[in-house]
T-cell receptor, first 115, second 113 residues
């Protein structure tokens, strides 16, 4: 199994508070991703990183920011959490960016509840 | 716009039955993957298909990539309760970024003993 950890695994917070989720990998993979998974919507890409300090937006990036100061860590921040951001958040990593295929390996997820 | 449509959305069968799950798109994919996700865990990669018409087998699971690389299917023979889970297909759009995947919404399979 790919070495990916997420912290915290569960969090309950209140509307308007800042929240930071951490993804840590020990695989030295170049690409890292943050997804949210909601019933009826599947997995949706929030932000991704293609290298240290290199990040870009996904399809549902509003209200989220990310940072990657070193290869192994990718942080997702909700500056002011809203109830619509209640979800399960998954981090994924990928080592291939060239060639014809891409395989992503997922962390265990963080269940976030915003009251 | 959902680029990858999976069907059926839900499937409940008895142990020993066969089943097929479909993943369809109007877009061409350079590669397509199937993942399985169990409750409370992250998706786990099952297989990657790359070539149109390609067939891969993983024990009782058979994966096929359409000739035009727009669709894929997953067939399970003699399903077992351990096959229960959410099956997701995901693809890298041809001509797009190879490091970004588009996911289907998944097929939730329940295999009853």
């Amino acid at each position: 199994d790919a070495g990916i950890t997420q912290s915290p695994r569960h969090k309950v917070t209140e509307t308007g508070t800042p929240v930071t989720l951490r993804c840590h990998q020990t695989e030295n993979h170049r690409y890292m991703y943050w997804y949210r998974q909601d019933p009826g919507h599947g997995l949706r890409l929030i932000h991704y990183s293609y290298g240290v300090k290199d990040t870009d937006k996904g399809e549902v990036s509003d209200g989220y920011s990310v940072s990657r100061s070193k290869t192994e860590d990718f942080l997702l921040t909700l500056e002011s959490a809203t109830s619509s951001q209640t979800s399960v958040y998954f981090c994924a990593i990928s080592g291939t960016g060239e060639g014809v295929y891409n395989e992503q390996f997922f962390g265990p997820g963080t269940r976030l509840t915003v009251l | 716009t959902q680029l990858l449509e999976q069907s059926p959305q839900f499937l409940s069968i008895q142990e020993g039955e066969n089943l097929t799950v479909y993943c369809n798109s109007s877009s061409v994919f350079s590669s397509l993957q199937w993942y399985r996700q169990e409750p409370g865990e992250g998706p786990v990669l099952l297989v990657t298909v790359v070539t149109g018409g390609e067939v891969k087998k993983l024990k009782r699971l058979t994966f096929q990539f359409g000739d035009a690389r727009k669709d894929s299917s997953l067939h399970i023979t003699a399903a077992q309760p351990g096959d229960t889970g959410l099956y997701l297909c995901a693809g890298a759009i041809s001509g797009g970024s190879n490091y970004k995947l588009t996911f289907g919404k998944g097929t939730l399979l329940t295999v009853n003993p």
